[in-house]
């Protein structure tokens, strides 16, 4: 069965192009953003690694690690990394689990027989610090990720852990958030929204982004 938002990640122990990786043990406290890719030597993917590199300071300024899987083996990560740094003008930065047995994607349903019987599908998982799934995606092989997404969920989901608010439709951050439905009490709105809040309804309510 597939993972759903809310499952507990599952634990695994495999081979990476940074070593051998103990996945909860890896992660720590950290947030993750596990990613698999169909094959090593393909070009959406050498765009996406490459650009999943460039957005290091991003990920650790939001506490993030990030892990791309697929189902090549060590050697052949090795030197697509070479490739990835000098046709991306990067330096990977990061692992890239190499699934040659399948048992990753065997966990986490990566591979979707009526895509590729053989080839990891392009999904992605971000998990809390409490090893939690909080996002899940699928785009087909040929779609590149968009990684300023995946961030803006990172945002919006430490944002809800810190303060109890929601982000509305296409929310950048710096704009207005929706304080939670569960919160109707008056003097709790007061005193955690000070900036004040605007009721567009009894239910959409309108706050400044607490945390600028
Ligand atoms: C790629 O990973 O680059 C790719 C995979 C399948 C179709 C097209 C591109």
Redesign the pocket.
């Known amino acids: 069965m597939s993972l759903r938002l809310g499952d507990i990640a599952p634990d695994f122990e495999q081979e990476s192009s940074e070593g051998n990786i103990r996945f909860h043990e890896w992660l720590g406290d950290s947030w993750g953003v596990l990613f698999s ?3 090593d030597f ?5 765009t996406e690694l490459g650009f999943t590199a460039k957005l290091k300071d991003e990920f650790t300024k939001r506490n993030v690690k990030a892990i791309a899987l697929s189902v090549d083996p060590v050697d052949s990560h090795v030197k697509w990394i070479d490739d990835i740094n000098r046709t991306q003008n990067t330096i990977v930065n990061f692992p890239i689990l190499a699934d040659a047995d399948r048992q990753v994607s065997d966990l986490y349903d990566l591979i979707h027989p009526n895509a590729s019987d053989t080839l990891t599908v392009r999904s992605l998982f971000v998990i809390d610090p409490n090893k939690k799934i909080r996002l899940t995606i699928t785009y087909p ?2 779609t590149g990720r968009n990684f300023h997404e995946i961030l803006r969920v990172i945002d919006s989901l430490q944002l809800t852990d810190n303060y109890k608010v929601a982000t509305p439709a296409n929310w950048l951050d710096g704009e207005d958030v929706v304080i939670v439905p569960s919160i109707k009490d008056e003097d709790e709105i007061k005193r955690r929204f000070p900036k004040g809040y605007t009721a567009v309804t009894p239910y959409l309510r309108l706050t400044p982004q607490p945390n600028r």
């Open positions: 890719h169909p094959a393909t070009p959406v993917c050498t092989a040929s």
